[in-house]
């Protein structure tokens, strides 16, 4: 076993397994204790955890949010402020719904989501794939254009003004069962 620090507080210990075809590395990273950083430190774990069950493994987990992070990330420390929403729904108002390029306000909004939930809850499969093409076939059926659908159910799944993905990839990430009840919360909001 082999244990190298990477940068003050970080370190990575690897263990050599040659003669079982396996390698085995753990990386321990250690946070000072501040009121300010505590937070982001602790709802990592809770974000993986969350994510875990739409995913089949962590391995899938990491990629999926890698492959939605890679292009809006710049800073690493930034990263869990930009996920928290994974782990807890913030609390948020009805302004979030108006976008003027979506062409979305209160009632359109309210519109969305009440045709989103019940056509999302009967999804035979739910994976990216299959709730985007239940949305942007609900928004057409309906006459709204897709932003009109996918800006309230994000909003409603994130209550975030902006995201590391769209509607389809938070949906897949939450799972059907919180997406749902996500989607509630937004309704109840929008009804006032």
Known sequence: MERKQLAPGVCITTLDASKFNRCCITLHLRFPAKRESATDAAVLALVLER?????PDMTALSRRLAELMHTRTEVFDRVPDMVRFLAELPEYGVELYTHKKMKTD???ALRALELARPAMASLESFTEEAVKDCLMALAAENGLK????????RTALSGQASTPGG??????????????RRIDKG???LRG
């Open 51 to 55: 994510g875990y069950a739409a995913c």
């Open 106 to 108: 209160s009632v359109v």
């Open 146 to 153: 897709t932003g009109q659908m996918m800006w309230p159910v």
């Open 167 to 180: 509607a389809t990839e938070i949906a897949y990430l939450l799972g059907r069962d919180e997406s749902l």
């Open 187 to 189: 309704i109840e909001l």
